[in-house]
T-cell receptor, first 112, second 113 residues
Framework: GQQLNQSPQSMFIQEGEDVSMNCTSSSIFNTWLWYKQEPGEGPVLLIA?????ELTSNGRLTAQFGITRKDSFLNISASIPSDVGIYFC????????????FGQGTRLTINP | DTGVSQDPRHKITKRGQNVTFRCDPI?????LYWYRQTLGQGPEFLTYFQNEAQLEKSRLLSDRFSAERPKGSFSTLEIQRTEQGDSAMYLC???????????FGPGTRLLVL
């Protein structure tokens, strides 16, 4: 089945540093979404990408939809303590349910 | 609050018991999805509804699982004869047909002893 490979699995950074994470797939996706999840809660949508090559920002977050439609990255600039959590990429295809296929997540830990 | 809501937030049950979870989607959303998330993993698709019709089920959804959305609004997910392997976070998401952005509820965390 379709799989998304997300890296890194975890990151330990200092407050104020920039963060970069990415997702790759062997399959083409027509939409890429980035979510953040905190302990005991559901994923919260951060950014949605709809077109190959699209670069979208949401505050300190920037994400891009790869030209091949098989990858995406998320950058966080000037990290702050509330950025701590698990970040997931997810993609959908054109067929059927348009269900989300998720990566394994990147756990972000910030040292103040 | 007009977001997706789920009830209960936590459920502890003994192996062999039946459990039922409820999801209330965002009111104007006609598509509703159920996902399961185990520790350290991303959510995995279980099933989805468009209005009241259940249109797709994952192979993860064994015969012990059943989902309904009788009036096209809220949905229930029932697990019969629970097993320890059913312990997970069960997430509900909703969206409008033709839109890819799904909005998630807070989840129901199930622990089967």
């Amino acid at each position: 089945g379709q799989q998304l490979n997300q890296s890194p699995q975890s990151m330990f950074i200092q407050e104020g540093e920039d963060v970069s994470m990415n997702c790759t797939s062997s399959s083409i996706f027509n939409t890429w979404l980035w979510y953040k999840q905190e302990p005991g809660e559901g994923p919260v949508l951060l950014i949605a990408l709809y077109k190959a090559g699209e670069l979208t920002s949401n505050g300190r977050l920037t994400a891009q939809f790869g030209i091949t439609r098989k990858d995406s990255f998320l950058n966080i600039s000037a990290s702050i303590p509330s950025d701590v959590g698990i970040y997931f990429c997810a993609g959908t295809t054109y067929q059927g349910a348009q269900k989300l296929v998720f990566g394994q997540g990147t756990r972000l830990t910030i040292n103040p | 609050d007009t977001g997706v809501s789920q009830d209960p937030r936590h459920k502890i049950t003994k192996r062999g018991q039946n459990v039922t979870f409820r999801c209330d989607p965002i009111s104007e959303h006609n598509r509703l999805y159920w996902y399961r998330q185990t520790l350290g993993q991303g959510p995995e698709f279980l099933t989805y509804f468009q209005n009241e019709a259940q249109l797709e089920k994952s192979r993860l959804l064994s015969d012990r699982f059943s989902a309904e959305r009788p009036k096209g609004s809220f949905s229930t997910l029932e697990i019969q004869r629970t097993e320890q392997g059913d312990s997970a976070m069960y997430l509900c998401a909703s969206t409008l047909s033709g839109q890819e952005t799904q909005y998630f509820g807070p989840g129901t965390r199930l622990l089967v002893l």
